[in-house]
């Protein structure tokens, strides 16, 4: 568009003229500017498909396959935290003096890994191992007193295998392991080294047995 043009056109003013050509201005500015954006990515395009292009097929496969790999090891990582995280809560629920021994042994389940109902059936295989394979890996719950039914006072009864070395010597490995969890923390206060000491020593006797 020309201004000559727009004077031949009968009853427009040159104000009118300049104004036309100003918007006439304006919109060709704007239409450059967006085939000027166009071309810019259209060139980005061209030289994303002819980087791609002097890549060779096997170089790909390999790029792919180490991404497939990482995602498998993420996915892997994930499973395998949530799957700890579970065995770890069951088994502080249920009391197990230490909770690892627990989920690694559990760790070891295939099928139970693979588990759809993962929380559930966790639960059941700690309930296993405290009621009938490992029970001397959870401490024993405390007794309820008993009420003779005559009086409010109640009476509490001595908790079995609560042994406790002679006054004024340390107890044996022996002792140790005969202990209940009450007795055991009583001496963990008392002497943390002590206990130590004799949790280790209770452990690696254990594992030899079991």
């Given at each position: 568009m020309k201004r000559e043009d727009l004077r031949a056109i009968e009853g427009l003013s040159e104000a009118q003229v300049d104004a036309v050509m100003t918007l006439a201005g304006r919109d060709s500015a704007a239409a450059h500017s967006?085939?000027?954006?166009?071309?810019?990515?259209?060139?980005?395009?061209?030289?994303?498909l002819a980087a791609f292009g002097t890549q060779k097929p096997s170089d790909l496969a390999s790029a792919l396959q180490q991404v497939q790999q990482l995602q498998t090891q993420l996915d892997e990582q994930a499973a395998d935290y949530r799957f700890r995280d579970f065995a770890r809560n069951a088994a502080q629920d249920a009391?197990?003096?230490?909770?690892?021994?627990?989920?690694?042994?559990?760790?070891?389940?295939?099928?139970?890994?693979?588990?759809?109902?993962?929380?559930?059936?966790?639960?059941a295989a700690v309930d296993k191992l405290k009621t009938q394979t490992k029970p001397h890996w959870f401490a024993k719950a405390p007794e309820e007193p008993q009420d003779d039914?005559?009086?409010s006072r109640k009476v509490v009864v001595p908790?079995?295998?609560?042994?406790?070395?002679?006054?004024?010597?340390?107890?044996?490995?022996?002792?140790?392991?005969?202990?209940?969890?009450?007795?055991?923390?009583?001496?963990?206060a008392k002497n943390p080294a002590l206990f130590a000491d004799l949790w280790a020593k209770s452990r690696a006797a254990a594992h030899t047995i079991y």
């Amino acid at each position: 568009m020309k201004r000559e043009d727009l004077r031949a056109i009968e009853g427009l003013s040159e104000a009118q003229v300049d104004a036309v050509m100003t918007l006439a201005g304006r919109d060709s500015a704007a239409a450059h500017s967006r085939e000027e954006a166009l071309q810019q990515q259209l060139n980005a395009a061209q030289q994303g498909l002819a980087a791609f292009g002097t890549q060779k097929p096997s170089d790909l496969a390999s790029a792919l396959q180490q991404v497939q790999q990482l995602q498998t090891q993420l996915d892997e990582q994930a499973a395998d935290y949530r799957f700890r995280d579970f065995a770890r809560n069951a088994a502080q629920d249920a009391g197990a003096i230490d909770a690892d021994d627990v989920i690694n042994l559990l760790s070891q389940d295939t099928a139970l890994r693979g588990s759809s109902n993962l929380d559930a059936d966790i639960r059941a295989a700690v309930d296993k191992l405290k009621t009938q394979t490992k029970p001397h890996w959870f401490a024993k719950a405390p007794e309820e007193p008993q009420d003779d039914g005559q009086t409010s006072r109640k009476v509490v009864v001595p908790k079995p295998n609560n042994t406790k070395a002679a006054s004024g010597s340390d107890p044996t490995t022996k002792e140790f392991a005969m202990m209940d969890y009450m007795a055991r923390m009583e001496l963990k206060a008392k002497n943390p080294a002590l206990f130590a000491d004799l949790w280790a020593k209770s452990r690696a006797a254990a594992h030899t047995i079991y």
